[in-house]
């Protein structure tokens, strides 16, 4: 990706220009030491300016930011009053001005210079810092609130966090965290070795961007921890910035505007000659940017942006035109859209291109006449494709689409609320869709997709811990759906989200960077620190058999992958990840098991077990056994079990084929698949009580079987005396309440029929 940049000089300003902010997706604002404040509208890429107010001799403006409009649908007199433009000016004021440039209120703020001003993500409230070391929040009204830092030194910038708890600012080479709660210290750490200029914190993801007069710019976590280190550059950074969507930023410095990945690599780097950029500023769909540098205003429009399925290939080449290449057949198709690209995502054999107004959806076997229909609002910011249908994201609202156009519903779960969707966080395939609570980050709520029927929500899950990305399975029915996630702590689980015994989460790993399921075969591909790790059968993570996990899983830990790798997709055997620095490598080490998967979805048994015998690989019989396990074929577990020297599994398998009943053999099976309380629920739906009281005996379920045995009035001796022999090896008193209680109610009855024996 890259900036396509166009200077707007002509009947501008005719001094420095200090700040820029958007007012919608097609008009800017910008004010400089000409006391002019501009307005240009964007036409076709070329900027028509209209000078709307000139302000008095002495105000020269250091920053500006429009009042956060709320991206769903608002009344036009709602709009109106929420036009409201904050400016804050070098003689310590700060000014709320309306669009047709009349001040509404100017504010002695501080002494000195007021170096920055900034409304908060709802517009309730703004802060002003200034060279007297103080920061303060307003009200919307201007209305002191709050002096929230009294510093000793000049503070050059500052901004609010994602949940506007805490205020990031500088002194100094220093950053520092500051939470509104007036009781709590700062956090401090050394940030730059020189001043630090500008910062800038992503209201999505939480990462932070700092640039300093070290010449360097700097990413951290919302924590204050570095992710990323640029090496020195010939001049100090002037301005960052985040993309509302936070998949990149704008770095901009003397004669220079970077482009970089949300984790510090630069897509593109472009020279320009007109000396530093004095601000960056995003429009509301990440696609374009406004930059004031000298006495111009620059507009960039990014450019470049190229996705892969398959052999195919789509490039966005310019504004409204696209570029799709076939590898290997030569097949190229160039696509010219209506209006300009705001989003791209391209994936199970469909394009889709979002335009402010409208979806495109393209076909890789038909590029000429694509489906195409409105959209609600142009405040898209994720899709979210299945293999059947696609989810597009809309600020605090999701619907979801097939790929013919059609709308197939709204979903909507308990205690949804205008709050913003986290995109990382929302997870689709062709039966299920998960989301996490907009307000609750431990919360998931489950959504069953079906074929002309409503989505309905399900039971929901509750984690222990905020969650920070999920994933869904594609492939096998609904009792088949798993649920990849990660958590704050970089563990990751995974669960049975539809199956029997739903709601068990299996930690698999520590130290998770991202996950991602192949769309190809039930296969997990997931980075560990830097470590790529494959599970070939992840729904073995359910078995009570710890060591058959470990044999499921490879792991590739090479140095080629560097410092925070991101897998890009797994398909196809492949696995494709992006390192630290921008590079992509392609590791490709499990097509085998690929087509064991491929073979075991069409059942074909003999061709599996004739795969496994050729290639002789101990992971692949490990699958084998699983897979064979799942789908009740005993032979074929029998096999594969023996094929791995499992002796008690291939011993058990022969005793499972032996028994007498159907049904205690199918849940002898789910019993050899860990799963108890699918084994159970077979016995107890067939009316087999003593048999299901039994099994958990034989896995020590003790308080099951004695609930069972209490609730039925059958074998409540046979527990009682079975649960003595066992304390008695163990050479332990029984604590246990429920069966005390037990054994002295038998004792009571015992004491009463003792009486009507003797007489």
């Known amino acids: ?194 001043l630090v200029l500008t910062v800038c914190w992503n209201h999505s993801h939480g990462f ?16 204050g921890s570095p992710i990323y280190n640029s090496s020195p550059g010939d001049h100090p950074i002037t301005a960052v910035s985040w993309c509302s969507s936070g998949d990149y930023f704008a770095i901009g410095s003397f004669n220079m505007i970077k482009l970089c990945d949300r984790t510090g690599w630069s897509h593109s780097l472009e020279k320009i000659n007109t000396g530093s950029v004095y601000s960056i500023a995003w429009s509301s769909d990440g696609t374009q940017v406004a930059m004031t540098c000298g006495n111009n205003v620059l507009t960039g429009h990014v450019i470049g942006k190229r996705l892969e399925w398959n052999n195919y290939e789509a490039t966005l080449i310019k504004r409204k035109l696209l570029e799709i290449k076939e590898v290997g057949n030569e097949v190229h198709e160039t696509i010219e859209i209506s209006d300009r690209v705001v989003l791209l995502a391209f994936g199970f054999d469909h394009l889709i291109v979002i335009t402010p ?97 409503p989505i309905v929500e399900s039971q929901s899950h509750s984690h222990p811990q905020n969650i920070t990305q999920l994933a869904l399975n594609h492939i096998g029915s609904s009792s088949d759906r798993q649920l990849a996630l990660i958590d704050i702590t970089k563990d990751l689980y995974l669960i049975s989200i539809r199956a029997t015994g739903y709601s068990r989460a299996c930690k698999i790993a520590a130290m998770a960077q991202n996950v991602i399921w192949a769309v190809d075969a039930n296969v997990l591909a997931a980075m560990l620190d830097a470590t790529l790790s494959v599970w070939l059968c992840p729904n073995c993570v359910h078995y009570s058999d710890r060591k ?119 849940a002898e099976m789910a019993l050899l698949s860990g799963d108890l309380l699918a084994a159970e629920g077979i016995l107890l739906q067939n009316g087999l009580i003593e048999e299901a009281i039994t099994l958990n005996i034989k896995v020590y379920n003790w308080n099951r079987a004695l609930e069972l045995a209490i609730r039925h009035k059958k074998q409540i001796e046979e527990v009682l005396n079975a649960r003595k022999d066992y304390l008695k090896t163990l050479k332990k008193e029984e604590t246990n309440s429920s069966y005390l209680a037990a054994m002295n109610n038998i004792s009571s009855s015992l004491l009463q029929q003792a009486p009507s024996s003797i007489e």
């Open 1 to 194: 990706m890259r900036f396509k940049i166009s200077a707007q000089s002509s009947n501008g300003h005719k001094n420095l220009v200090t700040c820029a902010a958007w007012s919608s997706a097609e008009e800017i604002f910008s004010c400089g030491e000409d006391h002019l404040l501009i307005c240009w509208y964007l036409e076709s890429g070329n900027a028509h300016s209209t000078v709307i107010t000139e302000f008095s001799s002495d105000f020269f403006p250091t920053s500006m930011q429009w009042h956060p409009r709320p991206n769903h649908l608002i009344t036009a007199s709602k709009k109106q009053s929420l036009d409201i433009l904050l400016i804050t000016t070098a003689d310590g004021r700060f000014h709320l001005v309306n669009k047709n440039g009349r001040i509404e209120k100017s504010i002695d703020a501080h002494k000195g210079a007021t170096t920055i001003g900034k409304w908060s993500t709802d517009g309730s409230v703004l802060l002003t810092a200034g060279e007297d070391g103080l920061i303060k929040v307003w009200s919307r009204s201007g209305m002191l609130r709050s002096v929230i830092v009294r510093g000793n030194s000049s503070i050059l910038t500052s901004d609010w966090s994602p949940d506007c708890s805490k205020i990031l600012y500088s002194q100094g080479g220093y950053l520092f965290f500051q939470s509104l709660n007036s009781n709590s210290k700062p956090y401090k750490w050394h940030a730059h070795e020189g």
């Open 208 to 223: 932070i961007i700092s640039g300093g007069e070290d010449c360097r710019y700097k990413v951290w976590d919302s924590n």
């Open 357 to 453: 107004g409208q979806c495109h959806i393209y076909s890789v076997t038909n590029w000429n006449t694509p489906a195409i229909f409105d959209l609600k609002s142009s405040s898209v910011s994720a899709v979210i494709l299945a293999n059947k249908h696609f989810l597009l994201v809309e600020w605090n609202s999701i619907t979801l689409y097939n790929y013919q156009g059609r709308l197939l519903g709204v979903p909507k779960w308990k205690g949804m609320t205008q709050e913003p969707l986290y995109p990382p966080c929302i997870s689709l395939c062709f039966d299920t869709l998960v989301v996490r609570d907009q307000k609750n980050e431990k919360l998931l709520h489950v959504l069953e997709i079906s074929y002309n029927k």
């Open 548 to 666: 058959i996990i470990r044999r499921t899983r490879i792991d590739k830990e090479s140095s080629e992958f560097g410092k925070q790798p991101t897998i890009i997709s797994v398909y196809n055997g492949m696995v494709n990840v992006r390192r630290g620095d921008g590079a992509l490598v392609s590791s490709q080490f499990y097509t085998f098991f690929t087509s064991l998967h491929q073979l075991i979805l069409q059942k074909k048994w003999k061709e599996s077990l004739s795969l496994c015998r050729i290639a002789q690989n101990e992971i692949l019989w490990t699958c084998m056994a699983i897979m064979a396990t799942d789908n009740k074929e005993l032979n074929v577990a029998e096999e594969a079990y023996a094929a791995i020297r499992r002796y008690d599994k291939v011993d058990y398998v022969r005793h499972i084929k032996n028994l007498p009943k159907i049904t205690e053999r199918y």
